[in-house]
């Protein structure tokens, strides 16, 4: 079997004067020495796990009990350093992770003799200039344009590729049980839920993983039932509540979705495996910038608010338009 690829560092370079960046002396005047082994044991998890670690509640208490320090006192460094710039607040934002330029920057050259690396475009902090430097460097976005306007690639996908593209709450709901489902039995799965559970369903997920929708919000979710299987809004909802945001960030990906001619679960399966089968062609190729929908952007702020009256009126015209088709 091949030994798998090494992403994390083994050391990684502390300078003997760290202590007087005014960022590590921040947190250290807030709390002390503790604070500080705390800040060093963190950077060490982000360097071995790569550029970038994932930080949500699960990280946070499986640190803590790691390390042997309270949540509490390991919670309040990790804000303070995203409030005192050792972190970037706005990736953290967007997308739940704890990375900087400068851990960044340190990354990249330690891995520089590496034949490949790859790096999320979403994620990444280098300038192009600084980029250049790095010829192993492929950058890989999280929200693939290789579908093109008009449709979906065809696709041969085998049932290991399938079920890998699905997040659990899809596999759960899709397969009832069985070890294993083709993309025709889960179409078949999908046809034959009942309007009424789908509307449960999907407002019972947004409410678990989001917030409780309002009024506006489920009617236009429900009516999102009319152009998507709901197993394509169960995971839209995933993926907004794996980047932490809210209502507007969910309409953005199901706007894209449409665009795109996602429709069933199969065609999500196929738009993810292409994604993935372009990331894994871009491992061995140079660096290259994909486009993104806007809501994937990581400088794109979801507003809180609902949508206003043009882009309601927008979205009630596609659907009236979707229903009298099917008429």
């Known amino acids: 079997m091949a030994r ?15 202590d007087q960046d005014d960022k590590i002396a921040l947190i250290e005047s807030d709390f002390g020495l503790e604070g500080f082994a705390v800040t060093i044991k963190l950077l060490m998890k982000i360097y071995a796990e790569g550029y970038m670690y994932h930080w949500g509640e699960k ?26 710039g050792l972190f970037s607040q706005s990736l953290f934002d967007d997308y739940g992770i704890l990375t900087s330029h400068g851990i960044q920057k340190r990354y990249f050259e330690a891995v520089s003799r590496r034949k490949n690396v790859s790096a999320v475009k979403e994620y990444f902090l280098l300038s192009e200039e600084e980029a250049e430097k790095y ?14 306007e008009n449709g979906l690639e065809e696709a041969t996908l085998d049932s290991a590729e399938l ?5 659990t709450q899809s596999i759960v709901k899709e397969s009832k049980g069985k070890e294993s489902i083709s993309s025709g039995d889960m179409q078949k799965e999908a046809s034959k839920t009942d309007d009424d ?4 369903t999907v407002l019972d997920s947004y409410s678990s993983k989001i917030e409780t929708p309002t009024q506006e919000v489920a009617r236009q979710l429900t009516d999102w039932l009319d152009v998507f299987e709901a197993p394509v809004i169960l995971e839209a909802i995933e993926r907004t509540q794996q980047n932490g945001k809210r209502f507007r960030y969910l309409q953005a990906i199901l706007l894209d ?25 871009g491992a061995s190729g140079p660096a290259k910038q994909e486009s993104l929908p806007l809501w994937a952007n990581p400088d794109y702020k979801a507003s809180d608010e ?19 088709k099917k008429r």
């Open 4 to 18: 798998p690829l090494q992403t994390g560092l083994t050391y990684f370079p502390l300078d003997v004067s760290i």
């Open 59 to 84: 990280e946070l208490k499986l640190f803590s009990r790691k390390i042997g320090v309270e949540v509490s006192l390991v919670s309040a460094v990790a804000a303070a350093g995203l409030r005192w």
């Open 135 to 148: 010829t192993n460097l492929s950058l890989v976005t999280l929200f693939p344009e290789s579908l093109g």
């Open 163 to 167: 079920m890998s593209t699905l997040t």
């Open 197 to 200: 559970d789908d509307d449960v």
């Open 257 to 281: 979705f449409k665009r795109k001619q996602v429709r069933t679960l199969a065609d999500l399966v196929a738009y993810d495996v292409a994604f993935k089968r372009q990331k894994q062609r």
């Open 306 to 324: 609902l949508a206003g009256e043009a882009t309601t009126q927008n979205i009630k015209d596609t659907l009236e338009r979707i229903r009298s």
